[in-house]
């Protein structure tokens, strides 16, 4: 069974906690990072959901989060989905990797964002106040 962290704070914002207005949400920006020795990969992909699997070999004990943001690429740039849920909120949870390092998640996005159409998708993650990313591919 994994190890869970768990943080009793129920309210965590797409976007972090504060007032930030629905245009502040679409100037916010991510630079994308390698960090060494972790690395995220997706599975089991459906237009409403996924399979994230985080194998972290730094040796140190990082703490992960359910907040994830997802952007399609469209007119050469990445672009956050429209979300769709009112009043989006994450819970405040940290999960600790297992004894092989590894982290697995299951994603249902069709609270946030519905069902995704065709075309390429990335999911992003933060660890350590760093963002990495998964890209993926919808063939509807």
């Known amino acids: 069974m994994k190890k869970i962290f768990v943080c009793i704070i129920l309210c965590l914002c797409l ?3 504060g007032n930030n207005t629905a245009e502040d949400q679409d100037v916010i920006t991510y630079e994308i990072s390698e960090i060494a020795n972790i690395t995220m990969t997706i599975d089991n992909v459906t237009p409403t959901g996924a399979t994230i699997l985080i194998t972290d070999n730094t040796g140190e004990e990082n703490v ?3 907040w994830y ?3 399609k690429f469209e ?3 990445w672009q956050e989905v429209e979300v769709v849920a ?4 994450f819970t405040a949870i940290g999960y600790l990797l297992d004894e092989n390092n590894q982290l697995e ?3 249902n996005w069709d609270w ?3 069902s995704l159409n065709s075309g390429r998708y990335r999911l992003i993650k933060e660890i350590n106040h760093k963002y990495i990313a998964v890209e ?3 063939e509807n």
């Open 15 to 17: 976007t972090g906690c």
């Open 64 to 66: 992960y989060g359910e």
């Open 69 to 71: 943001r997802i952007e």
């Open 75 to 77: 007119n050469e740039t």
């Open 86 to 89: 009112e009043n989006p909120v």
């Open 105 to 107: 998640l299951q994603v």
């Open 112 to 114: 946030l964002y519905g």
């Open 136 to 138: 993926f591919t919808i």
